[in-house]
């Protein structure tokens, strides 16, 4: 026993020097390797930093206001994989961006390797006048003059201002303002002909805020969305105020400006808001419609044309609170660049919306199928045309003039 026991642990003994010495022999070895062979790495690496410094380093991340108006495009937001096809004002700012080498090819293929952020996302044809984009790039006010150049004259990039390493543009904003054009005659009376001559009286106007004011709060605006229940507390949001301006005239029709500033809003809020509203004041519509929106049941809710929406400002109170005055940032605050934003909304943006009201009377031929709402409970088993009678003759108009236009243009594309 004594003796099966000492040949054991002679064994051990062997294995342990052996697999000291192997441990020996490979630290000489790695000690003996050749200064080329380990500098490899390293050089490698500055080879690499060169090629990124040369199309842009990536050194600090900036936030960029743009005002664009949104005419022609499919929304904001890029999308890589059909950029060719559906054209978004971010395909033009980012190709702009790696044409003047504030970033390369390969970040704004991936654009989270560069942080990129929109501070509110804008769906097809809503134009903005101060939105914010962030992003980490190498930027000067040369970038600056070469990318407004490059740009599409529709499509500005006012100013630019250094941002902390963790700022988010979406994250970090306090608050949006909207501002929605419309003709006033939107706001006639159902007793009354709607005819683009109509002038909103201050009464009529009166009441137009005074139904606005009941949107403000803290509510449950699942009705003022799509894909939204009531209990996804993501419905909840937070309106600040809602108004509407005194009207004025332009090009012989008579507009008003509906402003409204909120936390966030969800996809067609505020043109589902403003649909409600026009149906109130009209009087399709009342104070008990509204009411009944803030319950669990799905409501019928019309939603206005985006033609007039458009993003006014965007607000960072307690980011330019926690870091405008530290001494290495700036606010967020473009008031040194109110009037070439100005100039910039009048000549672009509201222009559009009014002579594209004229041209196509987007509003005029929305309020023709208000009366297809019927501001009541939906039912899943009906579709939403069928709940009056109005509402039945106007949607079999409306799906017998698609067909009509759909088999002309099979004809035409047939020839």
Not at 111 to 135: C, H, P, W, Y
Not at 238 to 259: L, R, T
């Amino acid at each position: 026993m004594i003796a099966r026991f000492s040949s054991i642990l002679r064994k051990n003994l062997f294995l342990k020097k052996n697999l000291r010495k192997m441990s020996e022999e490979k630290l000489a070895e790695k000690t003996e390797c050749s200064d080329e062979t380990e500098l490899a790495p390293s050089s490698k690496k500055i080879k690499t930093d060169q090629t990124e410094a040369k199309v842009g380093g990536l050194k600090r991340k900036y936030a960029l206001c743009v005002g664009y108006c949104g005419e022609g495009y499919y929304g904001l937001q890029r999308n890589p994989t059909i950029k060719d096809k559906f054209r978004t004002i971010e395909d033009e700012i980012v190709d702009a961006l790696v044409k003047v080498n504030s970033i390369p090819q390969a970040h704004a293929d991936e654009m989270f390797k560069m942080s990129f952020q929109r501070a509110a996302r804008t769906d097809k044809g809503v134009s903005a006048a101060e939105n914010l984009i962030s992003l980490k790039m190498e930027f000067s006010q040369e970038h600056l003059q070469k990318l407004n150049e490059s740009l599409p004259e529709q499509i500005r990039v006012f100013g630019y201002k250094k941002v902390t390493k963790s700022f988010d543009s979406k994250n970090n904003c306090d608050g949006r303002t909207y501002i929605y054009i419309l003709p006033t005659f939107a706001f006639c009376p159902i007793e009354e002909p709607c005819t683009e001559s109509y002038r909103a009286s201050e009464q009529v106007i009166d009441k137009v805020n005074e139904t606005l004011r009941a949107l403000c709060g803290t509510r449950n605006f699942h009705n003022f969305t799509a894909g939204r229940k009531y209990t996804d507390p993501s419905s909840k949001r937070y309106i600040i105020s809602f108004e509407c301006s005194k009207p004025f005239m332009k090009d012989g029709y008579e507009y008003a400006v509906i402003k409204v500033r909120g936390q966030s809003f969800m996809l067609h809020q505020i043109r589902k808001m403003i649909g409600m509203v026009i149906a109130i004041v009209r009087g399709f519509a009342n104070a008990d419609t509204l009411n009944l929106c803030w319950t669990a049941h799905k409501v019928d809710v019309p939603t206005a044309p985006a033609l007039g929406l458009m993003l006014d400002k965007l607000h960072y109170d307690k980011y330019n609170k926690k870091f405008g005055n530290d001494g290495l940032h700036e606010p967020l605050d473009w008031s040194n660049l109110e009037e070439t934003i100005e100039n910039f909304k009048h000549e672009f943006i509201f222009s559009n919306i009014i002579k594209k009201e004229r041209e196509q009377k987007c509003m005029f031929n929305w309020l023709s199928k208000l009366p297809i709402s019927h501001f009541g409970v939906l039912d899943p088993n009906y579709r939403r045309g069928y709940y009056t009678g109005i509402g039945k003759a106007l949607f079999k108009i409306d799906n017998l003039n698609n067909e009509l236009n759909k088999i002309a243009n099979d004809d035409y594309s047939s020839d």
